[in-house]
């Protein structure tokens, strides 16, 4: 169990060893899809190459043809392609024209990336915080832990549901196994910044389309098919970041910022520092002097600044100072933190478990080896 009360912030990098691509990537893949081009680029996720690829074409001409006319996908792909911005977020805010096509092909590419078998096959992120949390809703219900993603796949969700069923109370009992999966489903606190694909569905419920999107090979060995309500519901429930926030987007980030306010220690994994989600999420905090360590954060007052830990991979020493700036106002808190820095240039399993004390998460004789970079090749 987590004893200490904990926010984990999640970017795309957190979800890269699962078959996720990370910014860079989905920005060519979904130029190279709104293209129609035959082939995937280079350098994508497993699940975007070879004949996945070829299934995300097919599903392209049979999904978003007959809803989007072929000038259009072709003119967004070219607009979007030569207008100098890497992020597809920023593109379609200026650009409200391709607002629902550009949602839609990016639905259809994440959706293709949420495999079943890619999140079991290594050990990670998800497995080390399965191993400390527990597998059960009971348990995982008692750990002060809240998720704060700004990624659109469900995949950390379902990584815990599907341990849940698997590892029912009475295995092999179906209504037992499923009383555990839809349980853990209310029990993994995580807040979706952004929205997601959509509900993952309740097991043995009717999946209704318009809310419900099974992840691949939810119960049986069948891919997922997709709809004219998936097109409505990627449309609505996937927010752009700097979009304007409806009701449900603005509860979600007050939900995280309340999480935010009361933690003792806040970690960031995978996550890039992008300028508009760190402002999204309350930052900067202020105040924090030398002799009053008391913050200001969100014009709510903490009592002292939580320990902060990031995973920093490709990050600069010149970024790095640029986010503390970002992140913590005034000279004296981040002279505070730059004494005992937050980056760490490891993988999010690896910070975790160097970490360990922190969190109160200490390993018990008998538990499985350190999560290094060795167990994640």
């Known amino acids: 169990m987590i004893g200490a009360k904990s926010v984990f912030v999640l970017g795309a990098g957190a979800s890269l060893e699962y078959g996720f ?17 035959n082939t995937a680029p280079k350098d994508m996720p497993l699940a975007l190459q070879g004949p996945a690829w070829n299934r995300l074409v097919d599903q392209r001409a049979k ?40 949602s839609a092909i990016i639905g259809l590419i994440i959706s293709a ?7 079991f096959d290594r050990l990670g992120l998800y497995w080390w915080l399965l191993d400390r949390m527990g597998s059960t809703p009971e348990v995982v219900r008692e750990n002060p832990v809240t998720f704060i993603t700004f990624n659109y796949d469900r995949s950390l969700e379902y990584f815990f549901v599907r341990a849940a069923y698997e ?7 179906a209504s037992s196994d499923s009383i ?4 853990m489903l209310d029990a993994i606190n995580i807040v979706h910044m952004y929205g997601s694909l959509g509900d993952l569905p309740r097991w043995g419920g009717a999946v209704n389309p318009v809310r419900h999107q099974p992840y691949e ?38 939900r995280a910022r309340q ?25 900067p905090m202020r105040g924090g002097g030398i002799m009053n360590h008391a913050m ?66 200490e390993y018990e004789p008998g538990s499985p080896p350190r999560f290094d970079d060795a167990t994640q090749s």
Not at 23 to 31: D, N, T, V
Not at 65 to 93: N, V, W
Not at 113 to 119: A, F, I, M, T, V
């Open 259 to 283: 999480a935010i306010l009361e933690c003792d220690v806040l970690c960031f994994l995978g996550f890039g520092f992008d300028r508009e989600n760190t402002r999204v999420l309350g930052f």
């Open 167 to 173: 590892q029912g109370s009475n295995p092999g009992a």
């Open 296 to 361: 200001d954060y969100c014009g709510r007052q903490r009592a002292h600044m939580p320990h902060v830990l990031a995973t920093s991979i490709g990050l600069s020493k010149s970024r790095k100072t640029e986010v503390l700036y970002r992140l913590l106002f005034t000279q004296a808190v981040r002279d505070r933190v730059q004494n005992s820095s937050p980056f760490r240039d490891v993988t999010c399993s690896a910070l975790l478990d160097e970490q360990i004390q922190d969190f109160k998460a």
């Open 180 to 183: 555990a999966a839809n349980s």
């Open 113 to 119: 990336c949420e495999k079943h078998e890619y999140l």
């Open 217 to 254: 090979k939810w119960l049986d060995e069948q891919r997922c098919h997709y709809s004219v309500y998936d097109l409505d519901r990627w449309n609505t429930s996937l927010k752009l970041v700097g979009e304007e926030r409806s009701a449900e987007a603005t509860e979600h980030h007050e």
């Open 63 to 102: 999904l978003l043809q007959p809803c989007f006319s072929h000038d259009l996908m072709e003119d967004f792909g070219k607009s979007f392609r030569y207008s100098g911005t890497a992020s597809i977020d920023a593109y379609l805010i200026r650009r409200q024209r391709f607002r629902a096509i550009g």
């Open 21 to 37: 691509p990370l910014g860079s990537q989905l920005r060519r893949a979904i130029i190279a899809l709104a293209l129609g081009q």
